[in-house]
């Protein structure tokens, strides 16, 4: 079984910039897919941003291409959210996301692909 932990959310005005950071620990293997979704309220789940560890391929979603950046720690099995130029539309809870298997490039958004999900840190960006 494989254990996500978050970490780094928190409440920034608009413009600013948070990182968000995510191991994962337990049965880990070479390749895998992590990376980011999000629930804003009232909405469905979404994806954001996955990266494929020991491997290539990173994909983000239209809405925060040029302002977020995925990067990873293979060595560690973690990665990390940088969110620049955050708007009061990033306001939501983001989820870390795991599946023991090669990130797709045309199903790395689906949330039913991912087997494992983190607790969730809240991200609230004021106007």
């Known amino acids: 079984q494989v254990r996500l932990e978050e970490s780094g959310g928190g409440s920034v005005q608009a413009g600013g910039s948070l990182r968000l950071s995510c191991v994962a620990s337990?049965?880990?293997?070479?390749?895998?897919?992590l990376g980011w979704f999000r629930r804003a309220p009232g909405q469905e789940r979404k994806g954001v941003a996955v990266t494929q560890i020991r491997g290539s391929g990173t994909y983000y979603a239209d809405s925060v291409k040029g302002r977020f950046t995925i990067s990873q720690d293979d060595a560690e099995d973690a990665v990390y959210l940088e969110m620049n130029n955050l708007k009061p539309e990033d306001t939501a809870m983001y989820y870390c996301?795991?599946?023991?298997?090669?990130?797709?490039?045309?199903?790395?958004?689906?949330?039913?692909?991912?087997?494992?999900w983190g607790q969730g840190t809240l991200v609230t960006v004021s106007s």
């Open positions: 337990g049965y880990t293997n070479n390749e895998m897919c």
């Open positions: 996301v795991h599946r023991p298997w090669v990130c797709y490039p045309g199903s790395w958004s689906l949330s039913s692909d991912y087997n494992t």
